[in-house]
């Protein structure tokens, strides 16, 4: 088993910074894919970001160049840096895990708003 746990939501301006963090524990040596999704009211769960553990990054057209997903593995932790924020950007954002066997592991959720 593996849990997740996010943090470093919050509320800010447009054109502002947020960095989340998210903190795996359990069976994290069973960890291959992790990433980042967000999901706004009303709209379906997005991939926002992902890292392997080695290798390169994805993410979604709308973040390019504005988010940078960052891992470490030897503390169990994924990060996105999150600039020039958008309000379109509001939605509450989940840290996921794809594990061994094809297991898949979710945080709660975080709630970034971004006010316009």
């Known amino acids: 088993q593996v849990q997740l746990v996010e943090s470093g939501g919050g509320l800010v301006q447009t054109g502002g910074s947020l960095r989340l963090s998210c903190a795996a524990s359990?069976?994290?040596?069973?960890?291959?894919?992790m990433g980042w999704y967000r999901q706004a009211p009303g709209k379906p769960r997005e991939l926002v970001a992902t890292?392997?553990?080695?290798?390169?990054?994805t993410y979604t057209d709308s973040v390019k160049g504005r988010f940078t997903i960052s891992r470490d593995n030897a503390k169990n932790t994924v990060h996105l840096q999150m600039n020039s924020l958008k309000p379109e950007d509001t939605a509450v954002y989940y840290c996921a895990a794809k594990a061994r066997y094809d297991r898949d592991y979710w945080g709660q959720g975080t709630q970034v708003t971004v006010s316009s």
């Open positions: 359990g069976s994290t040596f069973t960890i291959g894919l």
């Open positions: 890292i392997p553990r080695s290798g390169p990054t």
